[in-house]
Nanobody
Framework: QVQLEESGGGLVQDGGSLRLSCVAS????????MGWFRQAPGKEREFVAA????????YYTDSVKGRFTISRDNAKNTVYLQMNSLKPEDTAVYYC???????????????WGQGTQVTVSS
């Protein structure tokens, strides 16, 4: 089992920045990749970014490319999401996710955090 705990959400103005953190604990040696998803009110949860646990390859949804950066610190079992140039449409609950089954390319993750609220005011 792997446990995930997010932090770093909050309220920021249009154009501002936030950094989300996700600390993994438990069987972290089994992880293939970690990712961030988000869910806005009335919308389905969507993929934001992913990073492989070993090689550090990164992947982003088109709407955040050039603005968001995912990174990891394996020594701290932590993944970060640096979010710059935030827009009101980025407002959502952001979830950290981890995959140990090799299905992350299909955006299927088997561990999830509780989520952290990000609100961008206009």
């Amino acid at each position: 089992q792997v446990q995930l705990e997010e932090s770093g959400g909050g309220l920021v103005q249009d154009g501002g920045s936030l950094r989300l953190s996700c600390v993994a604990s438990g069987r972290t040696f089994s992880l293939d990749a970690m990712g961030w998803f988000r869910q806005a009110p009335g919308k389905e949860r969507e993929f934001v970014a992913a990073i492989t646990w070993s090689g550090g390859s990164t992947y982003y949804t088109d709407s955040v490319k050039g603005r968001f950066t995912i990174s990891r610190d394996n020594a701290k079992n932590t993944v970060y999401l640096q979010m710059n140039s935030l827009k009101p449409e980025d407002t959502a609950v952001y979830y950290c996710a981890a995959d140990s089954r090799g299905l992350w390319r299909l955006r299927k993750y088997n561990y999830w955090g509780q989520g952290t609220q990000v609100t961008v005011s206009s």
